[in-house]
């Protein structure tokens, strides 16, 4: 393990094998790094986050679920934040990293092998799928779940409660379930909202039957 000055690691957290820390980091309450992590300088890792665990990666046999080996690491540059709860999972090989900048919120899931950009900002509840991308200045909202092997461009704008299947291109600002563009998400709630009155003006008296049409 190596640490920098003035690192601070509270009560009951657990530092790993080969762990580097850098100068002026934070480790709260209950935090555990696992081996081989890498934190940069000026990191604040919130009370109960966990570092450098597992991923999430198995195949399946003819006996059923076999673990897949991790192997990789994590990354965590400068000056970046992560969330009370929040987990960042080791990479299969090579690493997950999060660039310098980055502010995670509490009860995150970052997967393994994921990529997050410089600056961006991801709120509470918020999961991201391993092999993922996320890039530069992006800025996600609470409860947004993101595929696995997606790649999302600089400078994108996700709403709350947005489901990603599929990649976003730079500077997009999306919104519901699948993702689309934040503006055509609005003009179908707006329909959505008007549904009754047309079906009352057609006469409809159970579209629930269609036996009845």
Known sequence: VKLGERVT???GS???EGVIIGDDSFIGYNVIVDDGSVIGKRVKIQH???IGKEGFGFYRGQKGYIRI???GSVIIEDDVEIGANSVV???TLGATIIKKGTKIDSLVLVGHNVKIGEDTAIAGQSGIAGSSEVGDRCMI???V???D???IGDNTIIFAKTGVIGDIPSNSVVSGTPARPHREWLRAQAILLKLPKIIRQLGIKDVADDSKE
């Open 9 to 11: 690691i509270m009560a």
């Open 14 to 16: 657990k530092i790993g």
């Open 48 to 50: 109960g986050a966990v």
């Open 69 to 71: 080996p991790h192997l």
């Open 89 to 91: 999972d080791r990479a």
């Open 141 to 143: 909202g609470g409860q």
């Open 145 to 147: 779940g993101i595929a």
């Open 149 to 151: 092997h997606l790649k």
